[in-house]
């Protein structure tokens, strides 16, 4: 598995296991069966209240750690960010991310500062954000300077987002994908099937191979061994221009699944 530079210099593994849905008591033996197969980064957050069990079963393991602040902590991150590492069991994380602007608030910047000291503090190596647009990301960057590592957003074969990815580009942002499966939708395309069939792979993997082709950074969830040793194989899989092409072609304008950002 190959590592991806974010702008702060640092290198955090391209693909990483998500634990979205994973409840608190399953989530210890889910990170260490991950983590025998190979990964190197595992992605949660306050709001998945699994930080507990994460935590469990990175004791005493080598790994990236990413956490996430819930919107109803952005006037108050410190201490959201503490009772984050006290629940994980660790003294920092290796990334710390805003999880929704929460525009209707309008304490984002106030929650980027948070950040920047945490970052200075040691309590989070690198930051970032969640679901920011580019107006979002527009008012951190003027307020402090900092341009966050990484912004995690919705992606996958039904929507693409190429505007925002073209914006972080331009800023240094590495884009990660959430639901980068467009939770399990996508894998019944013909499109991803006839290119899975071709190479003798799931589609599953197949989806995880265009992701890693585009550079994108992607953290899709699995709920047990079996389909983590799937996703972790993805890893290996080279797609080449035409299948790449093929599922560039499956990009549509009303393909989001989750949230507007603008909603949350």
């Known amino acids: 598995m190959q590592d991806i530079i974010l702008n702060d210099g ?3 593994p391209q693909l990483g296991m998500g634990t979205w849905q994973i409840p608190d008591g399953q989530a210890a033996l889910l990170v260490r069966a991950g983590l025998d197969l190979g990964f190197r980064l595992v992605d949660t957050a306050a709001i998945y ?16 750690v990413t956490t996430k602040l819930w919107n109803d902590r952005q006037g108050d991150a410190a201490a959201a960010l503490d009772e984050s590492l006290a629940l994980l069991g660790r003294e920092s994380v290796d990334l710390y991310l805003i999880h929704w602007p929460s525009p209707a608030q309008g304490l984002a910047v106030e929650a980027w500062q948070a950040l920047v000291a945490a970052r200075e503090a040691g309590k989070a190596h690198s930051i970032g954000v969640s679901n920011f647009r580019a107006e979002d990301l527009d008012a951190i960057v003027e307020a402090t300077g900092v341009v966050p590592a990484v912004n995690q957003i919705e992606l996958h074969p039904y929507f693409q987002q190429h505007d925002l990815r073209a914006d972080h580009q331009r800023r240094g942002i590495v884009t990660q994908s959430w639901s980068p499966l467009g939770q399990g939708d996508v894998l019944k395309d013909e499109a991803i099937t006839a290119i899975a069939a071709k190479h003798g792979r799931s589609p599953a993997q197949v989806v995880i191979a265009w992701h890693l082709a585009h550079g994108l950074a992607v953290i899709p969830k699995a709920g047990d061994r079996d389909h983590l040793a799937d996703n972790a194989a993805a890893a290996d899989l080279t797609l080449d221009e035409d299948d790449v092409t093929a599922i560039d072609a499956l990009d549509r304008t009303d393909g989001r699944i989750g949230p507007s950002p603008d909603s949350m």
């Open 49 to 64: 209240h699994n930080e507990r069990g994460v935590g469990e079963g990175l004791v005493g393991e080598e790994a990236w």
């Open 10 to 12: 640092r290198s955090m």
